[in-house]
C-alpha cells in the first residue's frame, strides 16, 4: 500500500473518530448544526492532508496534529494547554513537590509569560524575582509565541544548569537580568513554629498532595508546645500559587465544622460539584489570622474564601491574584495529555473571585521593617546602682527571627491577634 494512502486512510479515521465525538456531543441539536460541525472536521483533516502532502519539506503527521491541537486550546483561556508527554511527566513532578528548575509559578497574562509567584527557598525567590514580574525572555530567546507548558518547559533542567531571565517589571526603567543556577526544586509545602507563647505561624507555600496532613502534623505539634492554650494562629498564604483542589479543600476543613466549602460549576455533570465540611478533626476555635497578596492564586483563595465567608478567619494584606476557574488533567492515549478549563468555582457565598480576587479584611502593605536600631536612650536598669523589681521575674519570650520582625504583614498579623485576646480577656472581667 502506498504511503499517500496510507495517510489517506489514517486522516479519513481521524475524521471519523472526530465526527463521531462531535454528533455525539451535539445528539440534542438539530440536524443542520450536525452537519455544520461536520464540515467543520473535515475542513480540518482537509488541512492536515495538503500540509502534509504538498508542504516544502516533510513533515511528522504527529507534530502536525499536536500543533492542531495547541491551536485550538490557544483559542480558550491562559490556563488550558496541551501537554506533550514530557511536559505531562514534569506536570505529575509537580504535584508530587519535586523536579529540576528555578522556582517560579507563572501564568500567561494577555499573552504574557507573568510570575504569579517566585517559590519560597529556591533559586528564583533568593535572586529577588517578584510576583506581577513579565517574562520576556528565556536564554536570550523571546517568547512571545510559545504557550504557557511550552515556557516552563524552557525553565525546567538539570540541577547545576544556568539559565537567564530578562524581566519587565513595573517601575523599572530597563529589562532586568536575572542570572539563575537551576536546582532540584523540593516542596516542602508546610512550615511554622510558635512565635511567642500561645501565638503560632503556618505557612503553606503550596497545595500538594500531602499539604493538609503536613498542616495537621504541625498543628499537633504547636499545640502540644503550648499545653493546648493556643491564643491564635497565622496562616501564610502569600504568593501561594496554589495546586491540588481536593487539598484546598481538606484545609479548609481542618478550621471548619460545617458548611459548604466551595462548587463548581461547569458544562459536563461531573465538573459540578459541592464540596462540605465535616466535623471530625476540626481545630479548636482559636482566633485565625490568613496573609494574602496578589501572588495568592487558586487553591489558596478557595481557602481564603471558605474561611472568610465563614467567618472562622480575618484576611490581612492585599488584594490576591483572581484565579477562579478549575483545570482537569486528562490523559491521552499516547501519554501525552490536556489541562483543560472545565468549571469556575465559587466561594460559600456564591461569589466568583475570577479576575477580581479576594479583598482583604485589612488592608496592609507589603513593606519591609528597617533593621532597628539603638536611640542612644537610657532606661532605669542602665544607670547605676539601680534597684532591682520586686516579686518574680517577667517570663522570657521566644526570639522572633531578625527577618519576621522585618515583615510588616505578619507583625501587623501578631498585632491583631494579641488585640483579640486582649479584649476577650477584657470582656471576662467583671467591674463593680
Do not use: C, W
Not at 527557598?121 to 525572555?137: C, F, K
Not at 465538573?271 to 466535623?279: D, T, V
Not at 487553591?299 to 474564601?305: H, K, L, Q, R, Y
Amino acid at each position: 500500500m502506498s504511503t499517500l494512502r496510507t495517510i489517506g486512510l489514517t486522516l479519513l479515521l481521524l475524521g471519523m473518530l472526530l465526527s463521531q465525538f462531535a454528533l455525539g456531543e451535539q445528539a440534542g441539536d438539530t440536524a443542520s448544526g450536525s452537519d455544520d460541525t461536520y464540515e467543520e472536521i473535515e475542513l480540518f483533516t482537509d488541512v492536515l492532508a495538503i500540509i502534509h502532502r504538498g508542504y516544502v519539506e516533510e513533515v511528522d503527521i504527529r507534530d502536525l496534529i499536536y500543533g492542531g491541537i495547541r491551536g485550538m486550546l490557544a483559542t480558550l483561556d491562559p490556563h488550558s494547554s496541551f501537554l506533550t508527554p514530557d511536559l505531562y511527566e514534569e506536570m505529575q513532578a509537580d504535584t508530587h513537590g519535586e523536579f529540576g528548575g528555578v522556582g517560579i509559578e507563572v501564568t500567561l497574562e494577555a499573552g504574557v509569560l507573568t510570575v504569579v509567584s517566585p517559590i519560597e527557598g529556591t533559586p528564583a525567590q533568593r535572586a529577588g524575582i517578584r510576583a506581577r514580574d513579565r517574562i520576556v525572555r528565556i536564554n536570550g530567546k523571546p517568547i512571545q509565541d510559545l504557550n504557557l507548558m511550552e515556557a516552563v518547559r524552557m525553565m525546567r533542567g538539570s540541577s547545576g544548569e544556568k539559565i537567564t531571565l530578562h524581566i519587565r517589571r513595573e517601575g523599572a526603567d530597563k529589562l532586568l537580568e536575572f542570572e539563575l543556577v537551576r536546582e532540584v526544586i523540593k516542596i516542602h509545602s508546610v512550615s511554622g513554629r510558635t512565635l511567642e507563647p500561645g501565638y503560632a505561624y503556618a505557612r503553606i507555600s503550596q497545595f500538594q498532595e500531602r499539604t493538609a496532613s503536613e498542616l495537621k502534623t504541625l498543628l499537633s505539634k504547636i499545640r502540644v508546645a503550648n499545653e493546648d492554650k493556643l491564643k491564635g494562629l497565622i496562616v501564610d498564604l502569600r504568593n501561594n500559587p496554589g495546586g491540588l483542589l481536593d487539598q484546598a479543600v481538606a484545609v479548609s476543613d481542618l478550621f471548619l465544622k460545617q458548611g459548604l466549602i466551595v462548587y463548581t460549576e461547569g458544562r459536563e455533570e461531573s465538573s459540578q460539584l459541592r464540596f462540605q465540611a465535616s466535623e471530625e478533626g476540626t481545630e479548636p476555635n482559636y482566633p485565625l489570622v490568613l496573609l494574602i497578596n496578589e501572588g495568592s492564586a487558586s487553591a489558596s483563595e478557595i481557602v481564603a474564601g471558605a474561611l472568610h465567608d465563614h467567618g472562622r478567619a480575618l484576611l490581612l494584606g492585599e488584594r490576591t491574584f483572581g484565579k477562579g476557574s478549575v483545570q482537569t488533567i486528562i490523559p491521552l492515549s499516547d501519554h501525552s495529555g490536556l489541562r483543560l478549563t472545565t468549571a469556575r468555582y465559587f466561594t460559600p457565598s456564591g461569589t466568583s473571585i475570577q479576575a477580581r480576587g479576594i479583598a482583604p479584611d485589612i488592608e496592609v502593605p507589603d513593606l519591609e521593617l528597617p533593621e532597628t536600631q539603638p536611640k542612644g536612650h537610657y532606661r532605669e536598669r542602665d544607670l547605676e546602682n539601680h534597684f532591682e523589681a520586686q516579686g518574680e521575674k517577667d517570663a522570657e519570650l521566644p526570639r522572633i527571627e531578625s527577618q519576621e520582625r522585618r515583615d510588616f504583614q505578619l507583625m501587623r498579623a501578631l498585632d491583631l491577634l494579641k488585640g483579640l485576646e486582649f479584649f476577650q480577656q477584657s470582656k471576662a472581667v467583671s467591674v463593680s
